[in-house]
């Protein structure tokens, strides 16, 4: 695992850290390809029931891409698909994680960060926390993988407001634009992030990856086949089922097994 993207592991939590505190955790293509696949082991990993990411120390989450590899990995159209190949496998890896994500947001959350953060199931920020994605000022399109999930949350005439203007604005304004979903004090953001990780993967597993799949399925306007509906009720055929039942009735907290 490189360094510059680690992983700790409590339990059935896991939490991806964008290490680079220096740079305020910038992105290089070596941290977006190192991401991407990083998500997707830990995506396989059946132990697991929740995963946090974050950016390392509490100044930024992520800036987004580092400035300075425009002139040596994206100076030309060329260079600069062969980079976005490399970012847009992530997003997918991300959006396509059967654990669900909770973003520990502190506070810069601009351009390549927010997309990230964006791909997460759960985002939770501090009052002091700033967004934005100001890549006019580079001359910069943001392709249609990145700006997917912006125009999902937001809508696309939030998610033009934010590129046609370019301004850095509060965490108020994120959580009105639905770009966060929790705003709690910048001391609490850690705690917060860990209680919810919790609360989730204290639930049943198969369940959370079910919640996940149908909610991506029902962005898709075709209509729900026959097959997918009965999908539905698989749950009642698994043990998570049965033992949430008899703890209900039991009145114990249910120790499910993801099976």
Same mark, same amino acid.
């Given at each position: 695992? /490189?360094?510059?993207?680690? =992983?700790? *592991?409590?339990? !059935?939590?896991?939490?991806?850290?964008?290490?680079? @505190?220096?740079?305020?955790?910038?992105?290089?293509?070596?941290?977006?390809?190192?991401?991407?696949?990083?998500?997707?082991?830990? /995506?396989?990993?059946?132990?697991?029931?929740?995963?946090?990411?974050?950016? %390392?120390?509490?100044?930024?989450?992520?800036?987004?891409?580092?400035?300075?590899? #425009?002139?040596?990995?994206? /100076?030309?159209? *060329?260079?600069?698909?062969?980079?976005?190949? =490399?970012?847009?496998?992530?997003?997918?890896?991300?959006?396509?994680?059967?654990? @669900?994500?909770?973003?520990?947001?502190?506070?810069?959350?601009?351009?390549?960060?927010?997309?990230?953060?964006?791909?997460? !199931?759960?985002?939770?920020?501090?009052v002091s926390s700033?967004?934005?994605?100001?890549?006019?000022?580079?001359?910069?399109?943001?392709?249609?993988?990145?700006?997917?999930?912006?125009?999902?949350? $937001?809508? @696309?005439?939030?998610?033009?407001?934010?590129l046609l203007e370019?301004?850095i604005f509060d965490? $108020?304004?994120?959580?009105?634009?639905?770009?966060?979903?929790? =705003? &709690?004090? !910048? !001391?609490?953001?850690?705690?917060? %992030?860990?209680? $919810?990780?919790?609360?989730? $993967?204290?639930?049943?597993?198969? &369940?959370?990856?079910?919640?996940?799949?149908?909610?991506? *399925?029902?962005?898709?306007?075709? @209509? =729900? /086949?026959?097959?997918?509906?009965?999908?539905?009720?698989?749950?009642?055929?698994?043990?998570?089922?049965?033992?949430?039942?008899?703890?209900?009735?039991?009145? *114990?907290?249910?120790? #499910?097994?993801?099976?």
């Amino acid at each position: 695992m /490189s360094e510059l993207i680690l =992983v700790e *592991r409590d339990g !059935d939590i896991a939490t991806v850290i964008l290490n680079r @505190p220096e740079k305020l955790n910038a992105m290089t293509r070596g941290m977006w390809q190192t991401l991407g696949a990083t998500v997707g082991e830990l /995506s396989a990993d059946d132990t697991l029931r929740c995963i946090i990411l974050r950016g %390392a120390g509490e100044k930024s989450f992520s800036p987004g891409n580092d400035i300075a590899e #425009f002139e040596t990995d994206r /100076s030309n159209k *060329r260079q600069a698909i062969e980079y976005g190949r =490399v970012m847009h496998a992530t997003a997918e890896a991300l959006a396509g994680c059967r654990h @669900p994500l909770v973003a520990q947001i502190h506070g810069i959350c601009v351009g390549g960060g927010l997309e990230i953060a964006s791909l997460c !199931d759960i985002r939770i920020c501090g009052v002091s926390s700033r967004f934005g994605a100001p890549i006019k000022n580079l001359g910069l399109v943001m392709a249609y993988q990145e700006m997917a999930p912006l125009v999902r949350l $937001a809508g @696309p005439d939030a998610a033009l407001e934010i590129l046609l203007e370019g301004r850095i604005f509060d965490a $108020a304004e994120a959580k009105e634009k639905r770009l966060v979903t929790r =705003v &709690v004090p !910048d !001391d609490q953001v850690a705690a917060e %992030a860990r209680a $919810a990780a919790r609360r989730i $993967a204290d639930g049943a597993p198969l &369940v959370a990856r079910w919640h996940k799949k149908f909610a991506r *399925r029902l962005a898709d306007p075709r @209509p =729900v /086949s026959e097959a997918e509906y009965d999908e539905c009720f698989d749950c009642f055929d698994t043990q998570d089922f049965r033992e949430g039942y008899a703890a209900f009735l039991a009145k *114990r907290k249910p120790e #499910f097994t993801g099976r």
